[in-house]
């Protein structure tokens, strides 16, 4: 388990050069709105958090549970969410150019880019 368990504690190991995470748990009450993060690579995570607005550019989520984690409005360019849970996930209004989504489980169903260009997971 990470020694991280705060936002700030995140932010702080962000601000001090930090850019790989493994096993960070935060959930609803630690929001991450308007938080730069681009270029983190977040492993074996459990984010049940708000991103509103937040710059995550060329950031890897892999393996995360994301379950009714929020992205609206944030930034995703050249981002990748693989191989995590992603049920109840919400991207509307995101900024999506070479965004990567696959092999990501919702609801016991395997879900990829495809599924994601379609429309399931822009609501």
Known sequence: MSEITLKRQLLEAYENGQRYFESIDLDLAE??????????VFKLCCFNVRFLRA???????????LKTADFRHSNLTNASIIGCTVESTRFRDAI????VFNHNSAYSQDTGQA???????RF
Do not use: N
């Open 31 to 40: 929001d991450l709105d308007d938080v730069v993060l681009s270029g983190a």
């Open 55 to 65: 710059d995550l550019c060329g950031c890897q989520f892999i393996d995360c549970d």
């Open 96 to 99: 999506l150019t070479g965004f």
């Open 115 to 121: 599924d994601f260009d379609d429309f399931i997971y």
